[in-house]
Every structure is written in structure tokens, then in C-alpha cells.
T-cell receptor, first 110, second 114 residues
Framework: GQQVQQSPASLVLQEGENAELQCNFSTSLNSMQWFYQRPGGSLVSLFYNPSGTKQSGRLTSTTVIKERRSSLHISSSQTTDSGTYLC????????????FGTGTLLSVKP | GALVYQYPRRTICKSGTSMRMECQAVGFQATSVAWYRQSPQKTFELIALSTVNSAIKYEQNFTQEKFPISHPNLSFSSMTVLNAYLEDRGLYLCGARTGGREQYFGPGTRLTVL
């Protein structure tokens, strides 16, 4: 089955530092979504990115399908960026399944 | 915009009893609905995917007998956790989409089993 690994599992930054979160997947996909999980558990969709690079404010997502990887770059981190970041490749075939990665827990200290 | 509502947000049930949770898509047609569970300290596991005009497909380790799902129209789905036990506790998310596009998630139903 599909495997989705994220690295690092956890990351501690000082406010203002940049972060690079990685997502590696085992089989080819149709698209990639990145989510931020709030402390209460709900998900915030950050990017829906079939391929290439997308930017939204301080966040940049880059997906290279043939290399089976995606990354999320956070620039000038803020304490409010703390939380869990999840990548979720969308696999085609019958049904278009979204499979979640293992997650990166980010802690940004003031 | 596209929104997904889930009800209830939190629920507690006694071990061995069952509980039903609901998912409603607003502002778009949910041609497919996926149910996920996040157990404590784990990532989200796909339980099943329901696509209009297709049979509901359950992932390994999840069965219709344990997690029956209803998807009667393009805006509503429900799932029941039958005979809930401690290992069924966690956050249950409903994700809905139109076609192969971005999936929108509800806020989740958090299940506690006593």
C-alpha cells in the first residue's frame, strides 16, 4: 500500500527562523495537500498542489512527483505557527484516496 | 465557499454501545466522502471512501460491520461506530470533495469511550 513519511518528526525553532518540512511518498500520485492541524484537532488546508511550487504568504509548497517528494517551507517563523503539519498525497485509481503522512510537530519559541 | 459540518463535535459512550456521527457538505456537491480516524498519538487513518454511484470501499482493518456508512445524497453522510471499545476512541474526520479536486474537511467528532 501507499506509504507517506514526513521528516523531521518534530522541530523546535526560535521565532524568526525558517523551517523546511519534508514529505516522501512511495507511489506516484495525482496531487498533494498540506494541512495544519489545530491543537483541538481540526485541519486547516494550506495547499492543494498537483505539482511545482505554490506560495501563500510565508508558506511555500513544492511538489516533485517524479522524485516522490514534497516540501513545505515556512519563512520567518512565528509562535503562532506552532502545531502539527500533515502532508496528504491524493492517489488516483478508483476513488481518489487521500492518505495522510506521519506529521511534523513544530514548536516555535519566542 | 465550500464548508463541511460534522455533528456531534464531542461524544462520550459506554464501552460496547454504538454512536452515530454525521457529516454535511455546504456550498458544493460531495460526490465522494471519506471518513478518517486519528487515534491518540497517531496520524489519520482512512476508514472508508464513499463515491456516488459506487460501492463504499473500506480500508484494511475497517469493516462495514463495524463502521456502517450511509451516503444518501450529495450533501450528507453518516457513519456509526458499532460496539465501541477503548481502541475506537479518537478524532473522526469527514472529508468531502467534488470530483478529483481538493478535499474539504469538517472539524471532526471526538469520541471518548468509557
Amino acid at each position: 500500500g501507499q506509504q507517506v513519511q514526513q521528516s523531521p518528526a518534530s522541530l523546535v525553532l526560535q521565532e524568526g527562523e525558517n523551517a523546511e518540512l519534508q514529505c516522501n511518498f512511495s507511489t506516484s500520485l495525482n496531487s498533494m495537500q498540506w494541512f495544519y492541524q489545530r491543537p483541538g484537532g481540526s485541519l486547516v488546508s494550506l495547499f492543494y498542489n498537483p505539482s511545482g511550487t505554490k506560495q501563500s504568504g510565508r508558506l511555500t509548497s513544492t511538489t516533485v512527483i517524479k522524485e516522490r517528494r514534497s516540501s513545505l517551507h515556512i519563512s520567518s517563523s512565528q509562535t503562532t505557527d506552532s502545531g502539527t503539519y500533515l502532508c496528504a498525497p491524493l492517489y488516483g485509481g478508483s476513488g481518489n484516496k487521500l492518505i495522510f503522512g506521519t506529521g511534523t510537530l513544530l514548536s516555535v519559541k519566542p | 465557499g465550500a464548508l463541511v459540518y460534522q455533528y456531534p463535535r464531542r461524544t462520550i459512550c459506554k464501552s460496547g454501545t454504538s454512536m452515530r456521527m454525521e457529516c454535511q457538505a455546504v456550498g458544493f456537491q460531495a460526490t465522494s466522502v471519506a471518513w478518517y480516524r486519528q487515534s491518540p498519538q497517531k496520524t489519520f487513518e482512512l476508514i472508508a471512501l464513499s463515491t456516488v454511484n459506487s460501492a463504499i470501499k473500506y480500508e484494511q482493518n475497517f469493516t462495514q460491520e463495524k463502521f456502517p456508512i450511509s451516503h444518501p445524497n450529495l450533501s450528507f453522510s453518516s457513519m456509526t461506530v458499532l460496539n465501541a471499545y477503548l481502541e475506537d476512541r479518537g478524532l473522526y474526520l469527514c472529508g468531502a470533495r467534488t470530483g478529483g479536486r481538493e478535499q474539504y474537511f469538517g472539524p471532526g467528532t471526538r469520541l471518548t469511550v468509557l
